[in-house]
């Protein structure tokens, strides 16, 4: 079992940067491929980005492509995601997600979630 808490999420001026994390505990953290989603209110959770279990495969939504990376670290059990350039429809609630698929972009394959960090963008 995977337990995930997410970090760094704040309010930010548009063109600002947030840097968000996910700290997972458990022995299966470098068997999982991870994944970020958000939502918006009234709106579906939408998937962002996601990260295969080595780190060496990453795949974006179109929207954030060339302003959010998305990275991990199996040493210290975290995946990141780096937002840069950050608009106002960027707001929303940011959650992590692990899967023992491979990579993947539906929240329906992901097994495991935190709890979400807000993420405001001003404008």
């Known amino acids: 079992q995977v337990q995930l808490v997410e970090s760094g999420g704040g309010l930010v001026q548009a063109g600002g940067s947030l840097r968000l994390s996910c700290a997972a505990s458990?022995?299966?953290?470098?068997?999982?491929?991870m994944g970020w989603f958000r939502q918006a209110p009234g709106k579906e959770r939408q998937f962002v980005a996601a990260?295969?279990?080595?780190?060496?495969?990453?795949y974006y939504t179109d929207s954030v492509k060339g302003r959010f990376t998305i990275s991990r670290d199996n040493a210290k059990n975290t995946v990141y995601l780096q937002m840069n350039s950050l608009k106002p429809e960027d707001t929303a609630v940011y959650y992590c997600?692990?899967?023992?698929?491979?990579?993947?972009?539906?929240?329906?394959?992901?097994?495991?979630w935190g709890q979400g960090t807000q993420v405001t963008v001003s404008s």
């Open positions: 458990g022995r299966t953290f470098s068997s999982s491929a």
């Open positions: 997600a692990a899967t023992g698929l491979l990579l993947q972009t539906s929240a329906s394959r992901y097994d495991y």
């Open positions: 990260i295969n279990r080595s780190g060496g495969s990453t």
